[in-house]
Every structure is written in structure tokens, then in C-alpha cells.
């Protein structure tokens, strides 16, 4: 059974910058899709950034684009997401999500099987 876990959120100031990092467990990491996804207080869940299993595929939600960088090390088992330029409004819980399914997840929570507990990020004005 994969597990994910996400790690690297806090609290920064508005301009600072944080790295999440998603480990997964239980099996291969190499052919698994992985995607970002937060939820603020009373709001839905948005995506944030996805990656294909290769890294060759990437994209990413218009709100987060120049700031936000996904990538991932098939070696640590670990997607990381590096977050620069953070802004209030993106204070959430951060989850991480995979699917062994697909080559490639995107932005549609529903193409993902796994799921993390989820880490709190919150940018402070």
C-alpha cells in the first residue's frame, strides 16, 4: 500500500519562502504522478502543481506560476514543491496526492488514488 507524507510547511513572512516535500512509501516511486493540492478555511480544495512520472510533464494553477516550482527525486522517493514570493493568500493545508494510473495526474483532484495528511503552510501579512 503507498503512503504519502508531506513535510516543510510552518509559518513565513509574506515574501519568504518554504520547500514542501511529499515522500511516498509502501512501493515504487518511479511510475507513480504526483500532484499539489490546498485547501484555505472555508474553501475548496485548488490545484496547485502536478508532475508526470518522467518530470517531463508539469503544470501549474495561474495563481502560483513564476513562484512555484515542482520537480522531483526518484532517489529520495520525494516530490518537492519550492514556493517563493508567498503571499497570504497562499496560506492552506498543502496535500500531496499520486496516482500509479496514469503518466500524468494534472489538475483534476479525481485522476489521483493517493492521498497525504496534509501540511499547514500560513503566510503572515
Known amino acids: 500500500q503507498l503512503q504519502l507524507v508531506e513535510s516543510g510547511g510552518g509559518l513565513v513572512q509574506a515574501g519568504g519562502s518554504l520547500r514542501l516535500s511529499c515522500t511516498a512509501s509502501?512501493?515504487?516511486?518511479?511510475?507513480?504522478?504526483v500532484g499539489w493540492f490546498r485547501q484555505a478555511p472555508g474553501k475548496e480544495r485548488e490545484f496547485v502543481a502536478a508532475?508526470?512520472?518522467?518530470?517531463?510533464?508539469?503544470e501549474y494553477a495561474d495563481s502560483v506560476k513564476a513562484r512555484f516550482t515542482i520537480s522531483r527525486d526518484n532517489v529520495k522517493n520525494a516530490v518537492l514543491l519550492q514556493m517563493n514570493s508567498l503571499k497570504p493568500d497562499d496560506t492552506a493545508v498543502y496535500s500531496c496526492?499520486?496516482?500509479?494510473?496514469?503518466?500524468?495526474?494534472?489538475?483534476?483532484?479525481?485522476?489521483?488514488?493517493?492521498w497525504g495528511q496534509g501540511t499547514q503552510v500560513t503566510v503572515s501579512s
Open positions: 509502501g512501493r515504487t516511486f518511479t511510475n507513480l504522478a
Open positions: 508532475i508526470s512520472w518522467s518530470g517531463i510533464s508539469i
Open positions: 496526492a499520486g496516482t500509479t494510473s496514469r503518466y500524468y495526474g494534472g489538475s483534476n483532484s479525481l485522476h489521483y488514488d493517493y
